[in-house]
Structure formats: C-alpha cells, structure tokens
C-alpha cells in the first residue's frame, strides 16, 4: 500500500518559523529541522537564518555532502503543495520585439555621427 504524503503551502511552512519549531523547504519538500538545530555543523543560526522559507539555494551553495542529504530525509514532513505557487509569466513576442528594437535603436546615434562625419568631410575636402 502507497504511503501518503502529507502537502503543504508556503505559508504552513513559514509559520513554522522559530528556533522551537523551525521548518525549511528544499527542493519542494518540507523538513522539520528543529531538533537538529544544536547538531548542525554550521550551527543553528545557519538554519534560523532560513526557518520558515525555500532554502533550496542556501542548501545548494553549502555544497552538502551525500551523508548530510541521507541525513536530511529523517527529519521530512511532507512536500511543498506547488499548486497555490505563482508560475512565472512568459515573455511575449510583442515585448520580446520591444526590446530587439531598442537594441536598434543604440546603432542609431553612432551611424548617424558616421554619417554626419563622411558628409562634412566631404564638403570639406570639395572646398580646398
């Protein structure tokens, strides 16, 4: 029989945010870390630091061994309930051509002092 794995939102799992109770999401799951605080190798301010938030970055960046990530999965609750997170928004092609055009219009300005030069020049040199 499959096991049920209980769902959580971001804002469950921010309010589990003090060094009583402290939570952090990785990597979409959900972790109670409050009774490894004074374990930690970092120390526990590393982890207050991020109690209550994604800490899938900081995680990452600390370059955890795998012995720390097997660790890690004694203290999981359950998983992040992605459903009530926000999706990042697509650019368009309308505000992509926006900025293709912008780009041209900075290749103006020096075009036309090259052309303004080659032009003076000209009739400078058409005087002598």
Same mark, same amino acid.
């Not at 209980?6 to 799951?29: F, P, R």
């Given at each position: 029989?499959?096991?049920?794995?209980?769902?959580?939102?971001?804002?469950?799992?921010?309010?589990?945010?003090?060094?009583?109770?402290?939570?952090?999401?990785?990597?979409?799951?959900?972790?109670?870390?409050?009774?490894?605080?004074?374990?930690h190798p970092g120390g526990d301010d590393v982890l207050l630091?991020?109690?209550?938030? *994604?800490?899938? *970055?900081?995680?990452? *960046?600390?370059?955890?061994?795998?012995?720390?990530?097997?660790?890690?999965?004694?203290?999981f609750v359950g998983e992040l309930d992605t459903s009530d997170?926000?999706?990042?928004?697509?650019?368009?092609?309308?505000?992509?051509?926006?900025?293709? *055009?912008?780009?041209?219009?900075?290749?103006?300005?020096?075009?036309?002092?090259?052309?303004?030069?080659?032009?003076?020049?000209?009739?400078?040199?058409?005087?002598?």
């Open positions: 029989m499959p096991t049920l794995t209980k769902l959580y939102t971001m804002q469950e799992a921010s309010e589990h945010n003090s060094a009583g109770d402290c939570w952090v999401v990785i990597d979409g799951k959900v972790y109670d870390v409050s009774s490894y605080l004074e374990e630091q991020v109690t209550g938030k *994604d800490a899938t *970055d900081e995680f990452e *960046d600390a370059g955890h061994s795998k012995t720390a990530r097997e660790l890690m999965e004694s203290f997170i926000p999706q990042l928004e697509i650019v368009s092609e309308k505000q992509e051509n926006y900025i293709f *055009d912008l780009t041209k219009q900075y290749w103006a300005v020096p075009l036309a002092a090259i052309g303004i030069s080659v032009v003076v020049t000209f009739l400078y040199l058409r005087k002598k």
